[in-house]
């Protein structure tokens, strides 16, 4: 039966048995898997056909074979598509009376009737009914007639599509040359003239079905614009940028428009992978809206995968390009997490273990804040595991108000006094003065200095500015200038380090003489 055939298919594509075969009840609920028992039946009758001319002729079994192998590769292909579809795997959780819009149908019954089509040519074929017993024959009237069916279907199926505004001139002008040839077939019964018709009315038909799926991709993407434009403000809001709503403006006057660039075959083609393109786009924002349904952080989801530190980073590099546009930006930094955003509901299972385990982890923050005078840099917690730092972190600021949060420090309010800070900026003035002059003095030894006394004058000035200005310090600024100040007495210590040890050498060496 095509339904076990159906949920097998799923199954060796990598999904677990009980998806499945939900989805197999979406497909069947939504009428499609009528049309795959159909084709199911067919590709059964022609196996069976082909079996029986196997002995007979072994040469038009080998090559009907290998036609009927591509098509039911295809078959596999078209089901493992509908696996993916999010109009059937992301509502498997939901009800099964939530309906499955016709529009997302049509592309897949296109694709059944392709298939279905080859199958049954095989089935004619190997029956004795084939190409090849027609053209012994010359061209006859019912396929003429039949060739002629066809024609009279794509006519009406343009004339649905430009009523609803797509514009097929290059289409109508590959059938009015197909019909000249069905013509001159009529007149002479060419065999040669009726292959050729019948090679274009393919290509036509494949054409016909892509377009048919572009407009299909297209009223799927703008049916979902409304959630997908409140997800990139969201995403703004969680990155402090402007980028996600620019690339949501350039993704919807896009896809408005994809029809009126519908000029020439080649556009077919191309039209097809840039919709297929934005609908990925549109599937990895629809799988954040659950997260901004309920309020959570899908970078902080993220934080918690594996490898999801790395994309976190890879997504800190896209944002500080000045290279890229913004909505470039956007857009790589959702290729980025494509298909890395856990489910909603792991999420909040795992977050619902970091809350069983926060009291011990906030205590150990809050003994680390007085340790460190108040404030923390997410690499000093080392009893928490790396994945957890970030979300525990912010878990921490949320719940604490006088605890906030700047970029990777936790800072106690205590931290960010007025006197606080002026008594850091006398501390590292007095400390980078100090340090001054001691490089002055290695330079008088004719030890290279100057790099390191220039960072130091750099230091002092920004020092002095916020001394006259305090409002305009951030303690993060502080931070990083008492930090570079730490990095140079730890190269000042390296260097003596080296400079005893080598006249405790020269030493040693005088000493043996």
């Not at 004058?457 to 990083?480: C, H, Q, T, W």
Request: net charge negative; proline share 2%; aromatic share 6%.
């Amino acid at each position: 039966m095509a339904s076990e055939y159906v949920v097998a298919t799923l199954t060796n594509a990598g999904m677990d048995e009980r998806t499945a075969r939900v989805i197999l009840e979406r497909i069947r609920r939504s009428g499609l898997l009528e049309d795959l028992e159909n084709l199911y039946d067919v590709i059964g009758r022609a196996k069976e056909s082909l079996e029986e001319v196997k002995d007979k002729d072994p040469t038009t079994y080998t090559r009907l074979r290998a036609r009927a192998e591509a098509a039911e590769g295809r078959f596999r292909e078209l089901i493992e598509d509908i696996g993916r579809d999010p109009a059937f795997s992301k509502l498997v959780r939901l009800s099964f009376r939530v309906e499955i819009p016709l529009r997302v149908l049509i592309p897949y019954r296109n694709k059944v009737i392709e298939i279905k089509d080859i199958f049954e040519e095989i089935l004619s074929e190997s029956r004795g009914a084939g190409p090849l017993s027609r053209a012994s024959m010359g061209v006859s009237k019912e396929s003429l007639s039949e060739i002629k069916g066809e024609v009279d279907k794509i006519k009406e199926q343009i004339s649905r599509m430009e009523g609803e505004g797509v514009s097929l001139d290059f289409i109508k002008a590959d059938v009015k040359r197909a019909e000249d040839l069905l013509s001159r077939a009529d007149e002479t019964a060419s065999i040669a003239a009726i292959k050729m018709v019948q090679k274009s009315l393919d290509q036509i038909k494949g054409d016909m079905n892509k377009i048919s799926e572009i407009i299909a991709r297209k009223e799927r993407i703008i049916s979902v614009l409304s959630k997908v434009k409140k997800v990139c403000q969201y995403l703004d809001r969680l990155t402090s940028s402007d980028i996600y709503e620019a690339f949501y403006e350039r993704l919807s006057s896009h896809i408005s428009a994809v029809e009126n660039e519908l000029t020439s075959r080649e556009d077919v083609g191309r039209l097809l992978d840039d919709t297929k393109r934005l609908e990925n786009y549109v599937n990895t924002l629809l799988d954040l809206y659950p997260f901004m349904d309920r309020g959570m952080n899908p970078f902080d989801a993220l934080s918690l995968m594996e490898e999801g530190l790395d994309v976190l980073d890879a997504m800190k590099a896209v944002m500080a390009d000045e290279g890229l546009s913004k909505e470039d930006k956007a857009a790589r930094c959702l290729d980025l997490m494509r298909g890395r955003i856990a489910n909603v509901d792991e999420f909040m299972e795992i977050v619902s273990e970091a809350r069983r385990l926060y009291p011990f982890w906030k205590s150990y923050i809050m003994s680390l804040l007085k340790e460190k005078g108040y404030m923390v840099h997410v690499d000093d917690l080392e009893k928490i595991p790396k994945k957890w730092r970030g979300l525990i972190m912010r878990m921490v600021s949320s719940e604490d108000d006088d605890i906030v949060m700047e970029g990777d420090l936790v800072i106690h309010k205590r931290a960010i006094s007025d006197q606080v800070l002026e008594e850091e900026l006398n501390s590292i003035y007095e400390d980078a003065r100090i340090l001054r002059d001691v490089f002055e003095k290695l330079l008088r030894l004719e030890i290279p200095s100057e790099g390191f006394i220039s960072d130091i004058n750099d230091i002092i000035a920004e020092v002095g500015r916020m001394k006259r200005d305090p409002d305009e310090a951030s303690f993060l600024e502080v931070y990083s200038i008492k930090k570079r100040i730490n990095e140079i007495k730890d190269h000042l210590k390296s260097l003596f380090s080296q400079l005893t040890s080598e006249e405790a050498e020269e030493g040693t060496n005088k000493g043996a003489e």
